[in-house]
């Protein structure tokens, strides 16, 4: 075990399996509706689906990071308003793993904007990342059917 290493739940060493877990996880954040309406209506949901639909977008067309982010909004009908803090360290990360490509460009209101575009290992990245999510997601549709179904 190593030394002051933690799970956040219940405080006690995390294994070496799960501390490399941990450092493979995918990078960002999303915002999302949540339940309670007392609190901002959007909540962070899904580490690491950022960087899923980031490069769905780039697959797409080439955006600066605030394009993407009013893109994600607009296509989910404002149900996801990515976090900046957490938008542009993703895209960060994605440029050092070479996921995606940037260049310097006028922007809409002709103003210098760092242009994104995915690559090749990028592409390859979102067909497994696409593939997880479908995996993870059908896992917990069969999960809520069966608690359904039962009650």
Known sequence: MLSGWKTPCIGRPASRRAIGIAARRP????????????VDPRAEVL????????????????MHGWGL??????????????NQGSLYPALQ????????R????????NRRARYYSITAE???RLAAEVEEWQR????????????????
């Open 27 to 38: 990078f960002g954040y999303l915002k999302v509706m949540p339940a309670d309406r007392n």
């Open 47 to 62: 580490r690491g689906t950022l960087e899923m639909l980031a490069l769905n977008l780039l697959s797409v067309e080439s």
């Open 69 to 82: 982010s009013l893109k994600l909004r607009e296509i989910s009908r404002d149900v996801f308003d990515v």
């Open 93 to 100: 990360e994605m440029l050092r793993r070479g996921w995606i």
């Open 102 to 109: 940037a260049e310097w460009r006028a922007s809409e209101n």
């Open 122 to 124: 990028g592409r390859k």
């Open 136 to 151: 993870a997601s059908a896992a917990v549709n069969r999960v809520l059917r069966y608690a359904f179904a039962g009650a």
